[in-house]
């Protein structure tokens, strides 16, 4: 296929200092579109993914933002037009967690991951798609997890929240494509990203990767270019749908054999 696949795209990307997010707009960049890039707390990180976008012909706007906030978020997304000439394009990425066991969590940290994991997706979605309902539509892809799926003990708020985000957009799926808008769910699987560090050492990082059936961790440049084809006219088709990108983790990889093993 010749040409930009986001050409004329407008995007803003919550949470994209670094990690996931990061990933998706350098990718989305790659490909033509023009991007908002939203931290909390890492300016410095942001200036320089914002400096890659503009190094590739890109316009590039960098917003600070609290996704746990209403009011912040709903205004993020109105700057985020501004600074752009417009919004058609957005991904929900910001994200938190604590790994604690249920019965003895702080209750603070589970608030807070529920507060930006869940309705920090939820503000964000409802803001960018009235947004895109009065001003001709658009495309978006809520970021999620396979921990909506599987339960991963010590991260049971982190796990409600992505079950919840996923059926959040399939419902929005629902309702707003009658507006031109198009919702759709990405599961990335274990991503080399900063905030792994928080949970594993170098270490377990890399005997963790290649415990998997691919034998590594995934790249956020992977899960952009997925990112991609769901905003793109190429996934047209795709309408509440999740495309999962994981290396294998709800497979049983751990059933692997070494080749010539029983």
Known sequence: MSGLRLEGKKLLVTGSSKGIGA???????????????N????????EKVAD??????????????DASDQAQVEELVAKAAEG?????????N???????????????GVKKTIDISMWG?????RAAGRHMRDNGGGT???????????????????????????????????????YGIRINICHPG???????????????????GESLLVGRLGQPSEVGDAVVYLLSEESRYMIGSTLTIDGGVKLPFWSKREEGGQ
């Open 121 to 125: 997706a939820f503000y964000a979605l």
């Open 84 to 92: 752009l000439g417009g919004l058609n394009a957005f991904v929900s």
């Open 39 to 46: 931290y909390r707390g890492d300016k410095e990180s942001a």
């Open 94 to 108: 910001a994200a938190f967690s604590d790994r604690e066991p249920f019965l003895d969590a702080d209750m603070a």
């Open 52 to 65: 890659e976008v503009r190094s590739l012909g890109r316009k590039a706007v960098v917003l600070q933002a």
């Open 140 to 178: 978006c892809v809520v970021i999620s997890s396979p921990h909506a799926e599987i339960a991963f003990p010590t991260a049971i708020a982190y796990n409600m929240a992505k079950a919840a985000i996923d059926h959040m957009a399939r419902t929005a799926a629902v309702e707003c494509y009658k």
């Open 23 to 37: 990933g998706c707009i350098l990718a989305a960049a790659k490909d033509g579109a023009d991007c908002a890039i």
């Open 190 to 208: 274990w991503i080399d990203t900063p905030g792994e560090r928080k949970f594993f050492t170098e270490e377990q990082l890399k005997e963790g």
